[in-house]
């Protein structure tokens, strides 16, 4: 028997790879697919897009988003600084 939407996180932290898995809610209902965002560009991207949506996930996901970006920050490294994505990650969420 396959997978429901029952069993999968909304928004789930991957804290030991500094991602955040979210079901991509553009796809719904046809099809569930996850997606793993790493980057502020990306977290600010998934809201935007509506790719999380509902008060109660994107407040979830935000949580995740800032904790994931101040402790990149605080070890001295964020995923996006190579690519001068951003100056201030946490400035777009």
Known sequence: MGKTILDYETAELLDDVNKIRIIDQTQLPGRIECIELETAK???????LLQVRGAPAIGVFAGFAIYLLTKETSEGR??????GELRCPASCI
């Open 78 to 83: 964020y995923a996006g600084e190579q690519s």
């Open 42 to 48: 990306q977290f600010w991207d998934a809201i935007y």
